[in-house]
């Protein structure tokens, strides 16, 4: 059983900043990709951004210069700091990881629980 426990999100003005973090517990060997992903109220899922176990990372246009994702491989978290928020960066984010297990290093997807960033004008 693995797990993702997200943390940081919640109310804040334009132009601020939040943090939002995301740990994985349970039984793995190894993590593959991490992310990050939006749903806005009506709307689809949509990727935020994502991070590669080797530290590669991808961005939606939306965030590029304001969020930064990263990750600490030996805690088995991921970050996401976000500044410069704009309304539009409403919605529920989720945390996403391709996790590798032992013993037979099956390939499991996971999402966290969620948590809302609200982003008032």
């Keep these: 059983q693995v797990q993702l426990v997200e943390s940081g999100g919640g109310l804040v003005q334009a132009g601020g900043s939040l943090r939002l973090s995301c740990a994985a517990s349970g039984s793995i060997f190894s993590i593959n990709i991490m992310g990050w992903y939006r749903q806005a109220p009506g709307k689809q899922?949509?990727?935020?951004a994502t991070i590669t176990s080797g530290g590669m990372t991808?961005?939606?246009?939306?965030?590029k210069g304001r969020f930064t994702i990263s990750r600490d491989n030996a805690k088995n978290t991921?970050?996401?700091q976000m500044n410069s928020l704009k309304p539009e960066d409403t919605g529920v984010y989720y945390c996403n990881a391709g996790i590798i297990q032992?013993?037979?290093y099956r390939y499991l997807e996971v999402w966290g629980q969620g948590t809302l960033v609200t982003v008032s004008s």
């Design 78 to 80: 991921v970050y996401l």
């Design 102 to 104: 032992p013993p037979s």
């Design 58 to 63: 991808n961005y939606a246009d939306s965030v």
């Design 45 to 48: 899922r949509d990727s935020v």
